[in-house]
């Protein structure tokens, strides 16, 4: 059996692709592994890339923008490793990184996801983990009121500003753009819920780990660097309200509210 299957969903990313895909393989992984890449765009060439570039790349072409749930699931489905490594195309894999998760994962057989570090492109770190959001929180997120003093203690509590992550700590949840996952932990809990076609579903999913008694672990020592933008901040609150972006994210907000509404939060 492979070690690691490792996941990278495209949409209209063609380049940020090209470039996870160097980074992995300077990284010189020791344990077996596959990559898949799940192609929700196709008009930008990346079969002929990776063809040409990276023909150990496996390559699935749906043929349509799948969002990100049912892509990733995709390729969960094809997948062959004991564990997934779940990579966003604007990442970059450090070297020593893929195998010290595999190695913590192995010396804690109760992990269900180990979430390494985000790191900006100066190395400072992201915001990547929180604790399970409340309604308010997205509203507090995308409008003025994320200023007002209540706001800001529940933002602060969502990101977990008060937390030193000065080793492994055990979070409610990590934004997918890179989770490394315990293969028979997916095979209790399920994959990614697919009523959310992006944004949404990794909190869900965390929840739904640690429903079946699988803890969710920020491990810092694991680097990988992200050159994330949130599109939303490319414009005014306003504007920003507007944009299609947001109003998919408010739309899956609204599903996972609903879901999970009258229900108690897995942990404490």
């Given at each position: 059996?492979?070690?690691?299957?490792?996941?990278?969903?495209?949409?209209r990313t063609?380049g940020?692709?090209?470039?996870c895909?160097?980074?992995?393989?300077r990284a010189a992984i020791?344990?077996?592994?596959?990559?898949?890449?799940?192609d929700n765009?196709?008009?930008e060439g990346l079969?002929?890339?990776?063809?040409?570039?990276?023909p150990?790349v496996?390559?699935?072409?749906?043929g349509?923008?799948l969002g990100?749930a049912?892509?990733?699931n995709?390729?969960?489905?094809?997948?062959k490793?004991?564990?997934?490594?779940?990579l966003?195309?604007?990442t970059?894999v450090t070297?020593?990184?893929?195998?010290?998760?595999?190695?913590?994962?192995?010396q804690?057989?109760d992990?269900?996801?180990?979430?390494?570090?985000?790191?900006?492109?100066?190395?400072?770190?992201?915001?990547?983990?929180?604790?399970?959001?409340?309604?308010?929180?997205?509203?507090?997120?995308?409008?003025?009121?994320g200023?007002?003093?209540?706001?800001?203690?529940?933002?602060d509590?969502?990101?977990?500003?008060?937390?030193?992550?000065?080793?492994?700590?055990?979070?409610?949840?990590?934004i997918?753009?890179?989770?490394?996952?315990r293969r028979?932990?997916?095979?209790?809990?399920?994959?990614l819920?697919?009523?959310y076609?992006?944004y949404?579903?990794?909190?869900?999913?965390?929840?739904?780990?640690?429903?079946?008694?699988?803890?969710?672990?920020?491990w810092?020592e694991?680097?990988?660097?992200?050159?994330?933008?949130?599109?939303?901040a490319?414009?005014g609150w306003?504007?920003?309200?507007?944009?299609r972006?947001t109003?998919?994210?408010?739309?899956?907000?609204v599903?996972y509210?609903?879901?999970?509404?009258?229900r108690?939060t897995?942990r404490?």
């Open positions: 059996m492979i070690d690691v299957s490792i996941i990278i969903v495209n949409y063609r940020l692709v090209k470039q895909l160097k980074s992995l393989r020791n344990p077996t592994y596959e990559i898949f890449v799940v765009d196709g008009s079969a002929d890339l990776l063809r040409e570039d990276f150990e496996k390559l699935l072409e749906p349509r923008n990100f049912v892509a990733n995709l390729a969960m489905r094809r997948a490793g004991r564990y997934v490594l779940i966003n195309p604007d970059e070297p020593g990184c893929v195998e010290l998760m595999l190695a913590a994962m192995e804690n057989p992990i269900g996801i180990l979430a390494p570090k985000l790191v900006h492109p100066d190395r400072t770190r992201q915001e990547s983990v929180h604790s399970f959001t409340k309604p308010f929180v997205p509203i507090y997120r995308r409008t003025p009121l200023r007002l003093p209540w706001a800001r203690r529940a933002l509590r969502y990101f977990l500003r008060h937390e030193k992550f000065a080793g492994p700590t055990e979070v409610d949840w990590a997918g753009a890179a989770l490394f996952v028979k932990a997916i095979d209790e809990v399920g994959m819920d697919e009523r076609f992006m949404f579903e990794d909190t869900d999913w965390a929840r739904r780990f640690w429903e079946k008694g699988w803890k969710v672990v920020y810092p694991a680097e990988i660097a992200h050159y994330h933008r949130r599109e939303s490319d414009a306003f504007t920003g309200l507007l944009r972006v109003r998919i994210h408010v739309t899956s907000a599903k509210f609903l879901k999970w509404r009258g108690p897995p404490p």
